[in-house]
């Protein structure tokens, strides 16, 4: 079974104060490995699909990086409207369902 | 684009009775999901549709629990009777066919309904 294990839990940063976000996971043969934003009352929005070791994704102050076993989301510079849970999943060669690590919340102060 | 619309979007029952989920997917999304989150934990697939068929329903608790999906559109989601465990968000996704969630575009999701049992 596919195994999602996300840290740390909660984040709490200044205003400008860079920091990573980790996804372990085990799974039979990686088909993406995706991170996903939610905000509070609101479901999952999409950020990036990573697919092979070494690959790297920007967005904004976004960035996911990937290796065999795990994925970072480092978030540069954040601002408080970078507060909210971020998500993180794979998909195995197996199936097309998205199995979902417990996310990390992250809160900026300005 | 209009995006996933789920209705309602709280309800607040006593366990053993019965609730209906609806969900409203992006207009020609052959790929409906519905995700079952706990409070503290990522979302759990419970059920995926291709069109009208169920693709996997392996997480679906299927003595208190059923799913249809009308004209390969629209989707009913229903408990019943309820469990104070069922309290939770039930997300609803959808995507144009699982192709496309392979070349990263992910799903889509509606904001869900939460639902609580008390």
């Known amino acids: 079974e596919d195994q999602v294990t996300q840290s740390p839990e909660a984040l709490r940063l200044q205003e400008g104060e860079s920091s990573s976000l980790n996804c372990s996971y085990t799974?039979?043969?990686?088909?993406?490995l995706f991170w996903y934003r939610q905000d509070p009352g609101k479901g999952p929005e999409f950020l990036f699909t990573?697919?092979?070791a070494g690959e790297e994704k920007e967005k904004e102050r976004l960035k996911a990086t990937l290796t065999k076993k795990e994925s970072f989301l480092h978030i540069t510079a954040p601002k408080p409207e970078d507060s909210a849970t971020y998500l993180c999943?794979?998909?195995?060669?197996?199936?097309?369902?998205?199995?979902f690590g417990a996310g990390t919340t992250v809160t900026v102060r300005a | 684009e209009a995006g996933v619309a789920q209705s309602p979007r709280y309800k607040i029952i006593e366990k053993r009775q019965s609730v209906a989920f609806w969900c409203n997917p992006i207009?020609?999304?052959?790929?409906l999901y519905w995700y079952q989150q706990i409070l503290g934990q990522g979302p759990k697939l419970l059920i995926q549709f291709q069109n009208n068929g169920v693709v996997d329903d392996s997480q679906l608790p299927k003595d208190r629990f059923s799913a249809e999906r009308l004209k390969g559109v629209d989707s009913t989601l229903k408990i019943q009777p309820a469990k104070l465990e069922d309290s939770a968000v039930y997300l609803c996704a959808s995507s144009l066919d699982p192709g496309t969630v392979s070349l990263g575009y992910g799903y889509t999701f509606g904001s869900g309904t939460r639902l609580t049992v008390v």
């Open positions: 999943a794979v998909r195995s060669s197996n199936d097309y369902k998205l199995s």
């Open positions: 990573l697919y092979s």
């Open positions: 799974v039979s043969g990686l088909r993406g």
């Open positions: 207009s020609g999304h052959a790929t």
